[in-house]
């Protein structure tokens, strides 16, 4: 038994069904067009690379589809709600299941629950594909299209100060307590910051605290002899997981629970963290933002379709939902220098635009 708020259930589905047929057409027609033009724009430089082909296009394509996917399914379910609902009111059904004394809540609500569960689908596939997608395509941009030599998340030439001492490495991979450095050389320095001592090694990992070094020797200055150490020696007992996670943190290509741990261990070094929570937040209301779509549109699917308003509404309807994402996007800006808090910057413009297509509605059809 279907709640009040919804029509019949044959109603339900027949609506819930033609809005995703239409947000799925629309989706690919958008991804389509975008995908070719990326690529058409992108082909030059892939292909520069030595040994790149026609494979290497395919796979720029299918890393640059979960983007385009994550981006413009919003705009897909804007679309897709004034086509549905501009087509049904010319068809005059809308008129029909008014006369049969649904609301025009009512008509919306088998709409709402589809961009629900659009929305719920969008942020799995944002969690689990493009942030992984995104990651892969920013290192193989890094080496112009070239080969990747070392892992996506990898990082090159680290250096972590341990007092007057001095970390560094060529690779560092892994998060957390995986980390491991590869190329390591310890500096050791006196109270006039002059090295005293040297150690190179070929691996280390964290040892809690420090660094257990593997393959290690040690160049002393003032006796300007080298010996080997045994595996397992620690160095830099001051260089902690916080400090290693004080890089540039990109979200886009992080899942909600590595950012958090991104965004704690700024924190804990004292760093400035509300651009990256906007962005956590926003993780959130993005893809909720389709919820939001069928109400802003629905004005295209109200109002006699022979008054010649029809083409009027439905351009108000995709006013209202552009409307939306540009404010959302200059609340990010904001929030990115302080100009907003993170979670003003990443809600409000979802909540103000709520109440906004919720006014328009009742204002125009109830």
Do not use: C
């Not at 087509?87 to 961009?115: C, D, F, R, Y």
């Not at 995104?134 to 990898?154: C, F, H, N, S």
């Amino acid at each position: 038994m279907l709640f009040d708020f919804f029509p019949s259930r044959q109603l339900t589905w027949y609506l819930a069904k033609t809005f995703a047929v239409r947000i799925i057409a629309v989706l690919g027609m958008l991804v389509l067009v975008l995908l070719m033009l990326d690529l058409l724009g992108e082909t030059g430089d892939i292909l520069a690379a030595p040994g790149n082909g026609e494979p290497e296009l395919l796979r720029y394509a299918s890393l640059r589809l979960p983007q385009l996917i994550a981006r413009f399914l919003p705009y897909s379910v804007l679309l897709a709600t004034i086509i549905t609902l501009a087509a049904m009111n010319a068809n005059s059904e809308v008129v029909a299941m008014k006369a049969a004394g649904l609301s025009a809540h009512q008509i919306l609500a088998p709409l709402l629950l589809t961009a629900l569960v659009v929305a719920v689908a969008s942020f799995g596939f944002n969690e689990r594909v493009v942030t992984r997608s995104t990651m892969t395509l920013k290192a193989w941009q890094e080496v112009d299209y070239g080969t990747i030599t070392r892992e996506p998340d990898a990082r090159t030439n680290v250096y972590f100060n341990d007092g007057n001492d001095v970390l560094m490495a060529s690779v560092m991979s892994g998060r957390g307590a995986r980390s491991v450095l590869t190329g390591v050389t310890y500096y050791e320095r006196d109270d006039a910051g002059m090295i005293a001592r040297q150690v190179r090694a070929d691996r280390a990992t964290f040892a809690n605290p420090g660094w257990a070094l593997e393959g290690a020797r040690v160049f002393t200055v003032a006796s300007a002899t080298e010996e080997p150490l045994p595996d397992g020696t620690v160095v830099a007992p001051g260089v902690t997981l916080a400090q290693t996670e004080l890089r540039r943190v990109d979200p886009d290509s992080e899942p909600l629970p590595q950012l958090t741990d991104s965004i704690d261990a700024l924190e804990s070094a004292g760093r400035r963290t509300a651009e990256l929570e906007a962005k956590w937040w926003h993780k959130i209301s993005g893809p909720l933002s389709a919820v939001l779509m069928p109400l802003l549109g629905a004005v295209a699917g109200f109002g006699l379709a022979r008054s010649g308003q029809l083409l009027a509404r439905a351009v108000l309807g995709m006013a209202l939902g552009f409307a939306y994402f540009v404010v959302d996007n200059a609340a990010l800006a904001m929030a990115s220098f302080g100009g907003y808090p993170p979670l003003l910057a990443a809600w409000a413009p979802f909540f103000l635009f709520l109440f906004v297509g919720e006014t328009v509605l009742v204002r125009t059809e109830e």
